[in-house]
């Protein structure tokens, strides 16, 4: 089965400054992932998807991800941290081609300071 | 576009009760829709995928008979969790996939907020 592993359960970080939100995977093939963002009474929010493409995956909001397979990673990196941006981030790996099967990490909270 | 509510967003119950929450999708068909739960400061995880018209699978270890999941249209799907205990206190979430165009995506509702007295 596959799983994800969000190593940090709490980043902070200062409004400015870069944000890096770690995700290890476990897979035993090529696999889908996926970032989710979760705001306060709001549906989650689909940040970014690798599919076995490019490696190097952009998002919204400036976000992006590298698919690391030598280091079963995906982390999501952002240069420069806005206030708004203070949530609740989810590694997501998927079971099939369809996306159906997601499997969840246990989420990571992004505290932003002024 | 692709918006997913729920209702309610939050809910009281007694224990022994049964309580209703509904799924829609508001601009967008969707064929399959998804039950996850989320406990505190956890991940979400999935409890039954449902095909419109059809019966929902359920994940290994959810009591279908405790938590009954109709899709009887494309926009819209209901768990009903009957007989709630305190246990089944939790955050529920739904998502649905739009097909359209091969986009395989899952767009999520906000959830709803279940305590069982």
């Known amino acids: 089965a596959q799983s994800v592993t969000q190593l940090d359960s709490h980043v902070s970080v200062s409004e400015g400054t870069p944000v890096l939100l770690r995700c290890n995977y476990s897979s035993s093939y090529s696999p889908s992932l996926f970032w989710y963002v979760q705001h306060p009474n709001k549906g989650l929010q689909l940040l970014l998807k690798y599919t076995s493409a490019a490696t190097l995956v952009k998002g919204i909001n400036g976000f992006e991800a590298e698919f690391k397979k030598s280091e079963t990673s995906f982390h999501l990196t952002k240069p420069s941290a806005h206030m708004s941006d203070a949530a609740e981030y989810f590694c997501v790996v998927s079971e099939d081609t369809g996306f159906q099967k997601l499997v969840f990490g246990t989420g990571t909270r992004l505290l932003v300071s002024p | 576009g692709a918006v997913v509510s729920q209702h309610p967003s939050w809910v009281i119950c007694k224990s022994g009760t049964s309580v209703k929450i509904e799924c829609r999708s508001l601009d967008f068909q969707a064929t399959t829709m998804f039950w996850y739960r989320q406990f505190p400061k956890q991940s979400l995880m999935l409890m039954a995928t449902?095909?419109?018209?059809?019966?929902?699978?359920?994940e290994q270890g959810v009591e279908k008979d405790k938590f009954l999941i109709n899709h009887a249209s494309l926009t819209l799907s209901t768990l009903t969790v009957t007989s709630a205990h305190p246990e089944d206190s939790s955050f529920y979430i739904c998502?649905?996939?739009?097909?359209?165009?091969?986009?395989?995506?899952?767009?999520f509702g906000p959830g709803t907020r279940l305590t069982v007295t």
């Open positions: 449902s095909n419109e018209g059809s019966k929902a699978t359920y």
């Open positions: 998502s649905a996939m739009d097909f359209r165009g091969a986009i395989y995506e899952q767009y």
